[in-house]
Each structure stands twice: as C-alpha cells, then as structure tokens.
C-alpha cells in the first residue's frame, strides 16, 4: 500500500508538467495517427532513426525515417536512443517529416521481451489518496494502473501490458470510434461506429478499452 501510495502521489508531482505542454492522451494518439508501427531502431543520426517495422497497423511500409525526440526543459525521452531498440509507434507527418506524437514523446511506447509501455501522460491519474492515506474505490475500477517499472535497466513511469493484446486493443478502437476535432484540435465529437452490444462484451475483459469506451462516450 505504502509503495502503490507513494508512486500515485510522484505521478500528481509530475503533473506540473501540464502547465507546459498538455500531452495527448492515448486515445487521442490511437485515433488520430497517421501511421501506427512497431518494430526496431536500425541506425541513427544527429536527427532521425531508421525503423524497421515488424508489422504496420496503417500502411505497408518496411521502414520509417523518423525525426528523433528532442529533449526540453519540461520533458525527456525515458532514455537515449540506442540501435536495437523496439519501439511502438504513434506518428504524424509536420512539414513533410514524420515526428511521433505529443510533445513529452508519449507517443515512443518501449517495447521490452512480449509487453508495451504506456506512458503514464497519456492515462488518466487515479484519484488521489483520501486523507486518511488510503485509496479511492475508484482506483482499481474507473482507472487504469499506473507505476514506475524497470526498462532496461532505466525508470519508466506508465502502464506495462501484453503487446499482442495492445495491438488489438489499438485496432479495435480505429475500427469502432471516429471523432471530430474542434478548437485547438481537441476531440468535440466522438460517434460509435461498431455494435455497442458486442463491445460491451469485450470492454468487461479489456481495461483500456473500457477507459476509452467511457471517455470517448461523453463525446458522443
């Protein structure tokens, strides 16, 4: 409890970062991406990396030159990029080069043996602890887990899940929700375009699915 306690109050700290930047959250990453790749850095440069894509979710390229994360004052790469590395990718094209999304790189999910990292920036926060140190019964029901965890060998402050089940999740939502932007590119209007019967069915097994589901369903 102490521990769980103590990495919930490190990730309301962190949100000071906000006041900066607002990341993108996952939804909005899955749902408005350009291309969505995984696979491995082959080669770097002073600017970009080479990818070499294992499987493609939009398109059929089998590899990428993508513009590497600069780091700034208000966020940082979990850790330098190195040859070798997998990744898992949400990115847009800006002025004819591709970038991957959001501005605290919440969109370089590391990829690590069979599981994807989230980034703790693009879920939402559970609530915080009550006065009485203890947690919310929303936590574990209304909010997806979030906690420091080891990747190679550096601090990585997220979600760790399956990557196969990921990639389903990930297609299912392109395949079930479109939205509509308004001001300042944020999400105005969300409309449900699969059976809400059938995804009812799957949102009781799929924690991010249902997170999505309820978020997106405020919009509709």
């Known amino acids: 409890m102490k521990i769980t306690i103590t990495v919930i109050l490190f990730f309301f700290s962190s949100l000071t970062l906000k006041a900066d930047y607002s990341?993108?959250?996952l939804y909005e990453m899955m749902l408005g991406a350009e291309k969505i790749v995984y696979g491995e850095i082959t080669r770097l440069d002073s600017e970009t990396f080479t990818f070499k894509i294992e499987r493609s979710l939009i398109g059929k390229e089998s590899e990428l030159i993508i513009q590497r994360f600069q780091?700034?004052?208000?966020?940082?790469?979990?850790?330098?990029?190195?040859?070798g590395q997998r990744l898992f990718l949400f990115l847009r094209t800006y002025e004819g080069m591709l970038y991957s999304m959001s501005g605290g790189?919440?969109?370089?999910?590391?990829i690590e043996n069979d599981s994807v990292?989230?980034?703790?920036?693009?879920?939402d926060p559970p609530p915080p602890p009550r006065p009485d140190g203890t947690l919310s019964e929303y936590s574990n029901t209304d909010f997806i887990d979030l906690q420091k965890h080891e990747v190679k060998g550096?601090?990585?402050?997220?979600?760790?899940?399956d990557l196969i089940s990921f990639i389903e999740t990930v297609l299912q939502i392109r395949n079930c929700f479109?939205?509509?932007y308004g001001k300042y590119k944020s999400i105005q209007k969300a409309t449900i375009l699969c059976d809400e019967n059938e995804l009812q069915k799957n949102i009781e097994s799929n924690k991010i699915l249902n997170w999505v589901y309820r978020k997106l369903k405020n919009k509709t």
Not at 71 to 83: E, F, G, L, M, V
């Open 23 to 25: 990341p993108l959250s």
């Open 71 to 83: 780091n700034w004052p208000c966020a940082h790469r979990w850790t330098d990029y190195k040859i």
């Open 105 to 110: 790189n919440e969109g370089e999910l590391p």
């Open 117 to 123: 990292y989230i980034n703790g920036l693009s879920l």
């Open 154 to 161: 550096m601090s990585y402050f997220g979600h760790k899940t």
């Open 178 to 180: 479109e939205i509509e």
